[in-house]
């Protein structure tokens, strides 16, 4: 889709120099426009050489670090290699912790971010229900494939990770956990764009009290975002999420994969 997008954009390019029509425009070029020309180029390129920090730098700014593609096929390298030397036993559960520091330390940003929301501007807020959105898209993806690609293999020694047992059990617990959370921040989202959100927009929410004895911002009405609701819901994912991730933890240690019989070659085929 995107290459033939591409594809349609340049073809034009290619085919002009070599039309009658552009030569001879070309021909009618003087060298002094041609110079004034070559100099546009050249100011343009500096301009957007300078930018590009600038807009690295607005990125990384935003609170919103994006979680690493949970394992997604497409960026595996083709050769899998140990990163450290140490104990091969360990290569799963060195490869999966990256994701799971992840996840941990998005839904920690959510829930200490949590008790001031009720308040926020409206662009902070849409962010804060961004950065949830985003963190159920990336644990739905990473469940998918380890259920299609990884679980399968672990299962043939493991039978925790076989298809009805415990992980995936945990998986289907919190997949109704994510449902939950990601239904209610999008539809906070659409309610907050939408009429309601506009109304209560203009009539002072997430923006400063006017009056001087009052301090912070006005609140949203619960009727646009239920601050309360969504703590509830962060805190019933968060209770499924955890306790999942160390158990998972734990079932691919070095421990349990030397214990569960698994040879180092074996180890180090596992797809991740
Ligand atoms: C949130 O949970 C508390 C405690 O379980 C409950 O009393 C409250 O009604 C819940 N609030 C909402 C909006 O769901």
Known sequence: M??????????????????PASSSIVARISNLSLLLFAAIIIILASLTARLRP???????????????????????PLITMPRSRGDPYSYLYERMLPFHANFRRTIAMIQHTLPQTQTLPKRDLERFLAMGVQLVHHLEMHHSIEEAHIFPVLATKMPD??????????????????EAFGGELMATHRRLTGSQGKK?????????????EEEGRKAWPRSVYDGEKVANLTQTLAEALLPHLEAEEASISAKSMRAAGWTEEEVLRIPI
């Open 200 to 212: 209560a927009e203009a009539e002072g929410c997430g923006q400063a009290l006017q009056r001087e």
């Open 54 to 76: 600038i807009q690295l730098l607005r990125l990384s700014s935003l609170h919103l670090r994006p979680t690493p593609s949970p394992l997604a096929p497409a960026h595996r």
């Open 161 to 178: 990770f076989g298809a009805s047992a415990t992980h995936v059990h945990e998986h289907e617990v919190m997949h109704a956990a994510l």
């Open 2 to 19: 995107r290459d033939g997008r591409r594809r349609r954009r340049l073809i034009p390019f290619t085919r002009h120099p070599s039309s």
